[in-house]
């Protein structure tokens, strides 16, 4: 079974940044997703499973970076520059099947619980 568990998020002021955890029990491709309330879940950013292929969503490009450390089965996702709008759960997801994931939640087969991230202006 495919177990994922996010952590890192919080309360923080526009401009802060945050660092977001995702526990893997294994190797993936992987992807960083957001549900903001009101609003149907959007991607963010994905990382393959050798770490050499990263994607983003325009929103945050330039803003956020997403790495992960094998030896460990975590990814990261840093957020910088923070804004009131990235104000969302965070939802780290792995695709089992491929080496590199997609921009959909189609794409992906396991989920985390999510993580709040809450930015004040």
């Known amino acids: 079974q495919v177990q994922l568990v996010e952590s890192g998020g919080g309360l923080v002021q526009a401009g802060d940044s945050l660092r977001l955890s995702c526990a893997a029990s294994?190797?993936?491709?992987m992807g960083w997703f957001r549900q903001a309330p009101g609003k149907e879940r959007e991607f963010v950013a994905g990382?393959?499973?050798?770490?050499?292929?990263?994607f983003y969503a325009d929103s945050v490009k330039g803003r956020f970076t997403i790495s992960r450390d094998n030896a460990k089965n975590t990814v990261y996702l840093q957020m910088n520059s923070l804004k009131p709008e990235d104000t969302a759960i965070y939802y780290c997801?792995?695709?089992?099947?491929?080496?590199?994931?997609?921009?959909?939640?189609?794409?992906?087969?396991?989920w985390g619980q999510g993580t709040q991230v809450t930015v004040s202006s």
């Open positions: 997801a792995a695709n089992i099947f491929h080496l590199v994931g997609g921009e959909t939640s189609r794409d992906y087969d396991y």
């Open positions: 294994g190797r993936y491709a």
């Open positions: 990382i393959g499973w050798s770490g050499g292929s990263t």
